[in-house]
Nanobody, 120 residues
């Protein structure tokens, strides 16, 4: 199992930027992919972005393309999410996740989340 701890959330004005971090420990050598998800109040959790740990291949939700960038530091076992041009609708709890294979994200490891609030 992998332990994940998110940080970097906070309150920011619309148009501003934040950088989220996710520190991983434990069975990190078996990581296939890591990703960011978010859940706004009253809504279901949704996919934001993911990165394949071995080759850096990335994928994004349409709602964040061109504004968010996912990256990783292999040596530090840390995942990042650079969020620019933030909008009030980006307000949510952001979760980091990791999985060891092509199985569903729900079967992987999850952090406890970090709150991001974007004011208009």
């Amino acid at each position: 199992q992998v332990q994940l701890v998110e940080s970097g959330g906070g309150l920011v004005q619309a148009g501003g930027s934040l950088r989220l971090s996710c520190a991983s420990s434990g069975r990190t050598f078996n990581t296939y992919a890591m990703g960011w998800f978010r859940q706004a109040p009253g809504k279901e959790r949704e996919f934001v972005a993911r990165i394949i740990w071995s080759d850096g291949n990335t994928s994004y939700a349409d709602s964040v393309k061109g504004r968010f960038t996912i990256s990783r530091d292999n040596e530090e076992n840390t995942l990042y999410l650079q969020m620019n041009s933030l909008k009030p609708e980006d307000t949510a709890v952001y979760y980091c996740a990791a999985k060891e294979s092509l199985t569903a994200w729900e079967l992987g490891s999850w952090g406890r989340g970090t709150q991001v609030t974007v004011s208009s």
